[in-house]
Nanobody, 116 residues
């Protein structure tokens, strides 16, 4: 069955950096749009970045200039490079692959905590 395994989360001080990875298996990775979402306690899950099949990239306003999304179809992996981290970036981050309604897969989530 389809698997998405996330890694790279952790505790970091404000201004620090983390790189999240999401490795897929048993899926035709190149046929899916990739998104990174985050959800903080008591808040709605939000899309922070996406990259299309044709490598079109979009970012949420809150992370523009700080985060970079990429995908490596050969490795079947997507990355979210997060720089200049702020306390408000604290959340559980999820990778998502979708090819349309009813065809969607989620990673298990990885905790990112930005705190002194």
């Amino acid at each position: 069955q389809v698997q998405l395994v996330e890694s790279g989360g952790g505790l970091v001080q404000p201004g620090g950096s983390l790189r999240l990875s999401c490795a897929a298996s048993r899926i035709i990775f190149s046929a899916y749009v990739v998104g990174w979402y985050r959800q903080a306690p008591g808040k709605q899950r939000e899309l922070v970045a996406s990259i299309s099949i044709g490598d079109r990239i979009d970012y949420a306003d809150s992370v523009k200039g700080r985060f970079t999304i990429s995908r490596d179809n050969a490795k079947m992996t997507t990355y979210l490079q997060m720089n200049s981290l702020k306390p408000e970036d604290t959340a559980v981050y999820y990778c998502n692959l979708n090819s349309g309604p009813r065809v969607m897969y989620w990673g298990q989530g990885t905790q990112v905590t930005v705190s002194s």
